[in-house]
């Protein structure tokens, strides 16, 4: 597990510095990664859950803190990438001392890694960490915070589809496009909202009926499918997976292709459920919108915060993802590599670039 931290059969040379946090008293039990702070301090949410065994807790720590600093890169954020995994299920072990000492060993980082929510923790919470920390972002807006951070990760999404759509079909819109999308939790439903406005018809499918009841309360026009399956099959034009990670398996893609979907382009994380699905995507001439580019208006909106937030200022940079969406795709088809490669090897340019800007000395800074 520690080769693992150290990078032994990675290829981006493994993390920077990896935490176990213990408090005996409050029964705390973390894991801070910080996987790279190249451009900045590690920014990363913290995940509570109730990991079946600590070593899986570790895993998901080091993949997600990785995500985050390709993510924070391509967002052009100067900020590095961590994540935080709390080990425990938030409904039970959730309590004040639980997470103010978690607050205090963030602190003891200073700053190195700043933390925000993530699965299984609310920006209450986040104020209950700022309570031992300053190193906190995704804070309530009571407290100066920006709140929901879904709203821009939607809107994010929304200009990542467009973009791929200007790709594939010469025209930023999905008016008249049959656009699929599973999951209508917090982003998926404001995403829905984007869609109809755009003039798509959209289908829907959700595990949970509340979800589906809402949105369809929103928008009645909204179709429903029974499953995700019974969405692939329905003739899509573009999917969008906005419920768990490893959305994207041999079978889905595979479902996507025989249906004659065009573009996938969706909310959430961690999409492609192994390595080579992407070339796959690529072979069967489905246009993949990298996960960690177009749900990056959340960090975006979080990171602004850190300087007070301006949502104005928060969109603006938000609407950057349709820009650098069309980019990644450009590159893609320049170099014959799949987009999620392309967005690889610019996000690594830029933590190379701007890193090594750092061997200009600067004098009064002692120690940057
Ligand atoms: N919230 C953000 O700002 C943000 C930012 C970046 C990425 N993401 C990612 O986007 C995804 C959605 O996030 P969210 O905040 O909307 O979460 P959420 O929990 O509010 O919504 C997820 C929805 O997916 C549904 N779902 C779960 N399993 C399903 C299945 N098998 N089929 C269909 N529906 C299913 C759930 O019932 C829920 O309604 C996650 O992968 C998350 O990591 C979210």
Redesign the pocket.
């Known amino acids: 597990m520690l080769s693992r931290v150290f990078g032994a059969g990675t290829e981006d040379g493994g993390h920077e510095q990896v935490v176990l946090c213990h408090d005996r008293s409050s029964g705390l039990k973390a894991i801070i990664a910080i996987h790279s702070t190249a451009l900045g301090p590690a920014l990363g949410g913290t995940r509570f859950f109730p990991y079946p065994t600590e070593e899986e807790a570790l895993q998901d720590a080091l993949n997600l803190s990785r995500g985050m600093s390709y993510k924070n890169a391509l967002a052009g954020l100067d900020l590095g990438g961590g994540k935080a995994v709390i080990i425990g299920d938030p409904a039970q072990d959730k309590n004040e001392a639980v997470l103010r000492a978690y607050g205090r060993f963030v602190e003891s980082l200073r700053g190195r890694y700043v933390t925000a929510c993530d699965?299984g923790t609310y920006v209450q919470d986040m104020d209950v960490v700022a309570r031992e920390t300053s190193f906190v972002t995704g804070r309530s807006p009571e407290h100066g915070g920006a709140g929901d951070?879904?709203i821009l990760?939607a809107f994010g999404v929304f200009q990542g589809m467009r973009a791929s759509a200007r790709a594939r079909w010469g025209q930023p819109t999905l008016r008249g496009k049959r656009v699929g999308v599973?999951?209508?939790?917090?982003?998926?439903h404001y995403l829905v909202g984007h869609l109809v406005e755009d003039g798509a018809t959209v289908v829907v499918?959700?595990?949970?009926e509340t979800?589906v009841n809402r949105v369809r309360a929103a928008h009645p026009e909204v179709g429903v499918a029974a499953?995700?399956a019974a969405l692939l099959a329905s003739g899509l034009d573009v999917y969008a997976p906005?419920?768990?990670?490893g959305a994207l398996t041999d079978e889905t893609v595979g479902a996507l292709g025989a249906a004659g979907t065009a573009i996938v382009c969706g909310?959430?994380?961690n999409q492609l459920a192994h390595p080579g699905v992407e070339k796959d995507l690529a072979e069967r001439g489905i246009l993949y919108a990298p996960d960690y580019l177009v749900?990056s208006?959340?960090?975006i909106q979080v990171a602004d915060e850190i300087e007070g937030f301006d949502f104005d200022r928060a969109k603006k940079k938000a609407t950057r993802i349709f820009d650098t969406t069309l980019e990644i795709f450009t590159r893609a088809a320049a170099d014959g590599i799949p987009p999620a490669l392309a967005a690889d090897r610019l996000a690594e340019k830029r933590m190379r670039e701007i890193s090594a800007l750092r061997s200009v000395l600067l004098p009064a800074a002692r120690r940057s």
């Open positions: 699965v951070s879904s990760t599973a999951g209508v939790g917090k982003v998926g499918t959700d595990v949970s979800a499953d995700t906005c419920a768990l990670g909310a959430a994380n749900n208006g959340g960090v």
